[in-house]
Structure formats: C-alpha cells, structure tokens
C-alpha cells in the first residue's frame, strides 16, 4: 500500500509524525514548567509567611525586653515604646490572620493575637499600677520620712542643749531605727527585693517600742505630742509602704506571672508556625525535586523515543526515495552504453518514482526503435552501393560495345558518372551528418540521464539534511533536560537559604535569652549597690545592645529572605533558557520544511528531464526520417548539380577551411574562455596585491561566462548586482590599504574609483530599465582595469616597494 502512495503524501505523513512528536514534548516540557513555577510561587509564600512569623517572635521579643525594663526603671521612654510595638505587633498578627487560609495556622495565629492582647491589657496594668505607686512613694512616703526624721533631729537638738542623756538615748534609737526602716524601704521598692521586707517590719517594731520608750520618759505634754506625732508618722509611712508592697507585688505578679505566660505562649506558637512552615517547605522541596525528575525522564523517554522514530522514518524515506531512484539511475546509465537488454524496475509504482521508471521504459523503447531504423539505414546504404557498381558494369558494356562518337557519349557518361559518383559522395556525406544529429540527439538525452542522477544526489542530499535535523531536534531535547537539571538545582539553593534564616532565628532566641539573664543581673547589681544604682546602669545598657543585636539579627532575616527571592528569579530565568530551547527546536521544525521543499524541486528536476529526453528520442525519429528522404532523393539530385560539380567541389573546399576555423574558436568551452585575462602587464611584483587582482579577474571571467550560456534576465540581474557590490568592495579595501600606508596619491585614485564605480552604476540602471546593454557594462569595466590596473595600481606598488617595504610584510601576514 505504501508504494502506492505519492512522495509529497510520505513526506508530508514523514514529517507530521516528527512534529507530533515535537509537540508532545514541548507539552510536557510545559506542564513541568507550570508545576515547578506554581510550587516555587507557593514554596515563596511559605517563606514570607515564616518570615513574617519570625517578625513577629523578634518583635515581641523586643516589646517584652522594653516591657520587662520599665517594670524594673519605671521609664516612660521604655513604656511608649511598649506600647508603640505592641500596636504594631497586634496590626502585624491581624493582617496575617485575614491573609492566611489554613485552619491550623489561622488557628495558631488567632492564639497568638489574644496573647498579645491579654498581654499589652495586663502591661496597661503594669504601667497603671506603676504610676499610682511611684506616687505614693514621690508624694506620701517620701515627705512623711523625711517629715519624721527632721523632727526627730530637732528633739534631739534640744535634748543635747538641755543634757537630758536618758530621753536622747531613746531619740537617738527612734533616728536609727527610722533611717534603717527608710533604707530597706528604699531597697524593697526600687530594687523591688522582697527579701528586706522583715527587715522593714522589724525596723518599723523597734521605731514603735523607742517611741513608746521616749513617751514613758516625757517631761511634759510638749514631748508627749512629738512622740505622739513621730507615732503617727510611723504609722502612716508604714501603711503607705503596705500599699506600695501590695502594688509592686501586683506588678511582679503580672510580669513574671500572666504576662510571663502570655509570652511563653506566643513564642511556643510562633516557634509552631515556623515549624509548620519548615515542614512545608520540605514538602515542596522534596514536590518539586520529584516532578523535576519525572519532567526529566518525561523527557528523555520522549526525547529518545523521537530521535530513534525521527532516525527510523528518515531511514524508511532514504530507502523509499533513495533505492528506486539509484535503480533507475543504474538502468539510465546502462542506456546511455547502448545496453537495451536491462530491465526498468518500479513501473508498476504509482508514484513519481513510478511514472519516472515508466518515462525510462519509453526512452528504452524509443532507443531500440532508433537502433533499428539505423540498421535499415545500413542496409540501404549498401544496396544503393551494389546498385552503382551494376550501373558501373553496365556503363562499361556500353563503353566496349560503341565505337567512335560512342567514345565521347561514352566520356561523357564517365563525366556523368563522376558526378553522380561526387553527388552520391555528397549524399552520403549529408546522411553522415543526420547520423551526427542522431548522435548529438543521443548525446542530449545521455546529459539528461545526468540530470536525473544529480536530481537523485540531491533528494540523498536532502535526506541526509533530515537526519541531521533530527540528530539537532535531539540535541534540543537534550538541553531542555540539562536545563531542567539547573532548576533543580536552584531549588536545592532555595532550600539551603531557608535552613540559614532558621540558623538566625535560632540566633535570635539566643539573644532573648541573654536579655532575661542581663535584666536578672541589673536587679541583683541594683540591689547591692543600693541607691546609687550605678551598677543598675551599667546593666541597663548592656541590655540595650543586646536588643539591638536582636533587631541586628532581625535585619539579617529580611536579607535572607531577599536571597530566597533572587533564587526565585534565577529559576525563573533557567525556565525562560529552557523556552529559547524549544524556540530553537521550532527553528528546526521550519529548516525540516525547508528540506521537504528541496526534495519536491529535485523531482520537479527530474520530471524535466525526463521530458526532455523523449524530446530528444522524437528528435532521433525526425532525423532518420530526414536521412529516409535524402536516399530517396539522391538519384534526382545527381542530374541536377553535374555541371556545378567542379565549383560546388572548391565551394566545399573553402566551406570546410571557413568551418574548420569557426569549429577550432568555438570548440572551447564557455566556461574556459578569457574574456580578461591576466598577463604580466598587469603585475605588480607584489604577490598579495597580484593575488587580489587575479581573484578578481577570475570574477569577472566567471560571470561573463554565465552570460553566454544564456541564463535568465533576473540572473542576469543579480551577476550585475554582485559584481558592483564585489568591486566596490575590492575599490574600498584598496583606498583602506593606501591611506595607512600614507599614499600621497589616494585622494586622486579614490576620485579614479569614484568616477568608474559612477559609470558602471549608470551602466547597470539603464540596463535595469530595460536596456539590453549588459555587455557594454563588461567591457567597460575590462577596458577600465586593464588601464587602472597596469598603471595607477603598478604606480602604488613601486611605492610600497621603494617607500613602505614594512607595510608590504604587513599585508602578507594579514
């Protein structure tokens, strides 16, 4: 069945299976690119949703750092910045929370804002409470201790002026226990000690009893009032300094207590959401590494499969196309060797090739037919030389039987019989030259058997095209897969960049920790250094810094998670590579068309050639019908031309002198004529500039001859075209050449280039109008170059070699 089908119908079905093919494998090409761009989209928005939970843990870290500070210093500062990030914190909590879709992380983060909530609540707290007791410490405590110290150091005054030694003993205790009840007051409240507060007690006992004691000792009811009124100081202060414990114990309660907890909470759940993130992040990894592979052998296993079904098809055509076509090139040959025994195969197929081998077949008959009228030929030839030696004998019967007169009718016969003898000649001379028309017929359809077999090479040729094609096509689907082999491999740098940002985030939990320890530190320092607090201070700062390590750290998260985003973009780009690859592999597909389109013009070739020799076979039969008449007309023709023979002989003579001189200049080849040929007029004793003028001239030879054969107007067209291109290209080299060799003469031969180069440009216009002038334009070109070339072009060359030798070598080594 395949044999019956038409070359343009195995072509077109050859190829449309090559660009199925192509088109499964750009589709899963594809569907992988789609796949790993919506995982790389997804894997980026696991990144910035850890991301913004690492945010979020680094700034509640740092609001708890400010939050635990002002607990400790009371700073406003360190309040408003509590308060300006925890709004942010909340905001950053709810925008993630409307933006997040997956019930477990919603679920996370829905804790994680009431956290944050209770906690700023229960820092409102702090800070109320905090105000309300460093009043009662600025207003009441601090004027009522004060208060009762001072009158206690005037009754001591006056009890040292009037030297009552018994009620200064008792004062000077009350002094003493009033200072100590005033200074582990001042340690429990600014270093928030709790320890001192028996101490406090005890002080507050004592200072009652020496009160109580300096009453009982009174001289009058002035002392008695004093000590009643330091009592009632002492008391009130002390209750002051219960409401202060209370309130402070509240805020110690809240921040190490509830809010402690609200922030353990927070983190745990950030710390999930990273976790979650994480897991996820593998998952996509490990996704994306999986259709990355599969995409892989997707590809390969189609791929392959082209190559070997592309290899197969190109196989099946050379031997459809090739195989039938170097038969019938065979069997061509063996008739262009007169061997009319070989067999035509392929006529029974309906192909070209078919009809091709049907075409022979006819030739093949047509040259055996031909043989045959050239064996009738010779037959008649003889008997027509047997019948003239019959005339002959019967002439010279007649020549022996006459007498006297009869001599002259005898010569005359003679004179007669030359004649017809020289016309027979003549006619034999004419069927000569039929035979080499015969011949020359014969001649023409052997060139087109020629025709027919470089018509095969180029369909071989064309085949050949296509396996390399597919051999490219091939290739293609090899890059796409190395490409696809560099996404993986930015996707693995995608996932090491994410492990570093959980690096840093461990970093930052690090750095809270410290904190905690440095805040723990400053309370123990402030403790031991009492009021002066310069221990306190020193610790202050140095939490200070590390809370800016923290938003240090923070910082380098943010750049991490731009790397990630550049790894994005580089995949990106590696998927863009891999589109231009299948564009190339398109390219592929139109260069494959290319080539079907050169196979259906060597066929068209070789239909018209075929055609051409059953021209050249009818041209055969004319002639032997030509030759047919000539013997016919033979005998008529003697009578006709006898008194003529003598002239007709010289006529002949000086003919075949004139002919063979017009045969001996026309013989040669067009191809091998000079129409400007190159002589040592023209040498410049330069061997590269020699070498320059002579390719030029073989050019202009070149061309020239193609016109003689006879090409076509739009041929002729282009010859022109490229000479004018080719010699405005030779005339700019050579000014290039003599400007850097510093020719004093340039600008005269550039006006010599100009002025010819203006000529022939006319020349060549009008011949585009319609002109057939084409070879005016040759010769003025020749008669220009002999002249330039032998003059103004020797004349640079004896500058070069008197002037610029240096320059010469130059041109040699270029």
């Known amino acids: 069945m395949l044999s019956h089908m038409r070359l343009r119908t195995k072509l077109v079905l050859s190829f449309m299976v090559v660009l199925v093919l192509m088109i499964v494998t750009s589709g899963l090409a594809y569907k992988q690119f789609m796949m790993v761009a919506h995982e790389v989209v997804e894997y980026a928005h696991i990144v910035e949703g850890a991301s913004k939970a690492s945010h979020i843990e680094a700034r509640f870290l740092k609001l708890r750092t400010h939050a635990r500070e002002y607990a400790v210093t ?31 992380r919603q679920a996370l983060l829905k804790e994680m804002l009431e956290d944050a909530q209770k906690y700023m609540s229960d820092f409102a707290s702090v800070k109320k409470l905090d105000e309300e007791y460093r009043n009662l410490v600025r207003n009441d405590m601090m004027p009522k ?173 050379g031997g459809t196309l090739a195989k039938p076509v170097q038969a019938i090139t065979k069997v061509m040959h ?33 040259m055996a037919e031909v043989k045959r009228m050239e064996k009738r030929q010779q037959e008649d030839k003889l008997k027509a030389e047997a019948q003239r030696r019959v005339a002959m004998i019967q002439m010279a019967d007649i020549f022996e039987s006459s007498v006297g007169k009869v001599v002259e009718a005898v010569t005359s016969a003679a004179t007669q019989l030359q004649a017809s003898a020289g016309q027979m000649a003549h006619t034999a001379k004419q069927t000569s030259e039929q035979a080499t028309n015969v011949s020359a017929a014969t001649e023409e359809a052997s060139a087109n058997v020629q025709t027919v077999a470089s018509a095969s090479e180029e369909l ?65 320092e402030s403790a031991r250094a009492g009021e002066a607090g310069k221990g306190f201070a020193v610790v202050a700062s140095e939490v200070k810094l590390l809370a800016q390590q923290t938003a240090d750290a923070t910082e380098e998260i943010v750049n991490q998670i731009r790397q990630v985003n550049l790894v994005t973009q580089r995949a990106a780009r590696e998927m863009e590579n891999i589109s231009q ?144 291109i080719s010699f405005e290209e030779h005339l700019r080299e050579e000014e290039s050449e003599m400007r850097q060799a510093q020719y004093s003469q340039v600008e005269s031969h550039c006006a010599a280039h100009n002025e010819i180069m203006a000529k022939l440009n006319q020349i060549a216009q009008q011949h585009f109008d319609g002109d057939d002038i084409s070879l005016d334009f040759f010769d003025a070109l020749a008669s220009w170059l002999r002249e330039h070339t032998a003059k103004e072009d020797r004349d640079f060359a004896q500058y070069l070699k008197e002037e610029r030798p240096d320059f010469i070598v130059q041109l040699e080594a270029a």
Not at 87 to 94: A, E, M, P, S, Y
Not at 255 to 260: A, L, P, R, T, W
């Open 460 to 524: 071989a040729s064309a085949n050949s095209e296509i396996g390399r094609n597919m051999q490219n096509s091939a290739r293609v689907t090899a890059d796409a897969a190395s490409k696809a082999q560099e996404t993986h491999e930015t996707v693995i740098s995608m996932v090491d960049e994410v492990r570093r940002i959980t690096s840093f985030a461990e970093l930052i939990s690090q750095i809270a920790d410290q904190t905690n320890m440095l805040a723990l530190n400053a309370t123990i």
């Open 581 to 724: 690859c299948i564009g190339e592999a398109d390219k592929l597909s139109n260069s494959v068309a290319s080539t079907i389109e050169e196979q259906v013009a060597a066929t068209a070739e070789i239909a018209r050639s075929v055609e051409q020799a059953a021209q050249g076979t009818q041209m055969v039969a004319n002639n032997i019908t030509m030759v047919e008449q000539a013997s016919g007309e033979t005998g008529l023709a003697a009578q006709e031309i006898a008194l003529s023979s003598q002239e007709l002989s010289k006529q002949a003579e000086f003919l075949r002198a004139e002919v063979g001189k017009f045969l001996e200049n026309i013989r040669a080849s067009n191809e091998n004529k000079q129409f400007l040929a190159w002589c040592d007029d023209f040498s410049c004793d330069i061997k590269v500039i020699d070498d320059h003028h002579k390719t030029f001239f073989q050019e202009i030879n070149y061309y020239h001859a193609r016109m003689l054969d006879g090409i076509t107007a739009q041929e002729v067209d282009a010859s022109l075209n490229r000479i004018l």
């Open 145 to 317: 201790g004060l208060q009762m110290s001072m009158e206690l150091d005037g009754i001591l005054q006056e009890v040292v002026r009037n030297d009552t030694n018994e009620i200064r003993t008792h004062i000077e205790n009350a002094i003493k226990h009033t200072l100590m009840a005033r200074l582990y007051s001042n340690q429990l409240i600014g270093n928030k000690d709790v320890t001192v507060e028996d101490k406090v007690r005890e002080e507050f006992l004592r200072l009652h009893q020496s009160v109580k004691e300096l009453r009982a000792v009174a001289r009058n009811a002035q002392d008695l009032e004093l000590a009643d009124h330091i009592d009632q100081l002492a008391t009130s202060y002390e209750q002051t300094l219960n409401q202060v414990i209370e309130e402070t114990s509240e805020i110690h309660h809240l921040v190490d207590g509830e809010m402690k907890g609200f922030a353990r909470e927070l983190v745990e759940d950030a710390e999930k959401l990273q976790i979650l993130a994480a897991e996820d992040e593998s998952r996509i990894s490990a996704e994306t590494l999986a259709n990355i592979e599969l995409g892989e052998r997707e590809l390969i296993i189609v791929g392959l499969s082209s190559f070997v079904l592309g290899l197969g098809m190109a196989w099946w055509l």
């Open 334 to 366: 063996a008739l262009a060797n007169n061997d009319l025994n070989v067999h035509v195969p392929y006529t029974e197929n309906r192909d070209e090739l078919g009809d091709m081998a049907s075409s022979v077949e006819h030739f093949k008959e047509a």
């Open 74 to 104: 009371g700073n406003k500062e360190e309040g408003a910045q509590v308060e300006k990030i925890g709004t942010v914190l909340v905001d950053d909590l709810k925008r993630a929370l409307s933006e997040n879709q997956d019930p477990e």
